[in-house]
């Protein structure tokens, strides 16, 4: 998820009514879905969530979109 359509490709309006509840019990819109990518990996189906401060990134859907691993270390 990223507030900033410009680092999308692909980016269309999205035409559902779901919206993204924030920690503070807040739902944001979501106003369009496009597809990214980081170096060698892809980001298919990322949602721009305007109301967002941060891009965000769920570990498990990057994973299985990517048919990876992932380990955490605490260094």
Known sequence: M???ITKL???APYG???KLQV???NHLFI???GSSSLPN???PHVLVVPGLT???LRVSKLT???NVVMEFCPK
């Open 54 to 56: 941060k891009n965000i």
């Open 41 to 43: 990996l892809k980001l």
């Open 16 to 18: 559902g009514d779901d």
């Open 2 to 4: 990223s507030p900033d």
């Open 9 to 11: 490709n692909n980016a």
């Open 64 to 66: 299985y979109d990517n």
């Open 23 to 25: 920690g503070n019990g």
């Open 31 to 33: 106003s369009h879905v």
